[in-house]
């Protein structure tokens, strides 16, 4: 069995999800999944499943819900949602993580919806985009449990200061000198941030040049024109 009939068993267990196989692909499905909303009431997104070069992505059938395009709303080109690196996750090999694969979805859906309402992605969480991604998930690894170093290193990232010195201030704010404190730790999470930065900076400066226009659902997003 492949990604896309672990994902077609597990559906079988999972409410309101309606699954159907397309004639076009033998790997690819329809999904039609309805959300419950906070007040009871119910949206239905039709979804394409499908299996490319052994990862499962998927996408709006058309384009009624949700725009075709959308850094800030994590919406790749043509509509195929961002939906994480992980290759366990993008590549299920049981049926067990494939039911992980559809929380993700619906997660992802719901966060879609209540993103149209907000105009900003919900939970307080900035998604990076492109390469930046990975950097995000490394620095965030590193610094699980110390939300003070994590938000240090990624402000002298975004500050382009180019070095600290062992007798320098630790950047978690400790007061004490970063050689009795995180150390060389700190030179190598600035490296990361740093890539974070750049990569972030490239991934929108690649948006802009592409001619891509706005979907204008999400405040600030910096594919606007300005007045």
Known sequence: MGPIDWIEQAAAGIEGVVLQ?????????WADVVIVRPDQSEVRLFLEVVEQD?????????????PTYCPERHINGDGWFCLGF?????RPTN???????????????????????????????????????????K????????????????????????????DDPCPCGSGRALIRC??????????????????????WTDARDSGRTCCQTMNGCQLKKED
């Open 86 to 90: 992980e290759e366990a996750f993008l």
């Open 139 to 166: 620095l965030e690894r590193a610094c699980a449990g110390e939300p003070a170093l994590l938000s240090a290193v990624r402000e002298v990232a975004r500050r382009r200061k180019c070095s600290i010195t062992r």
């Open 54 to 66: 052994g990862a499962v992505r998927a996408r709006e059938r058309e384009p009624r819900l949700l």
């Open 21 to 29: 196989r397309t004639s076009a692909s033998p790997r690819s499905l």
């Open 95 to 137: 049926v067990e993580r494939a039911a992980e694969w559809w929380l993700r979805v619906r997660g992802y859906l719901i966060d879609q919806l209540d993103a149209a309402l907000l105009g900003r992605w919900p939970g307080g969480v900035e998604w990076k985009h492109g390469d930046a991604a990975q950097w995000q998930k």
């Open 182 to 203: 995180h150390g060389v730790r700190v030179t190598e999470l600035l490296e990361w941030a740093r890539a974070e930065v750049d990569a972030e900076r490239a991934f």
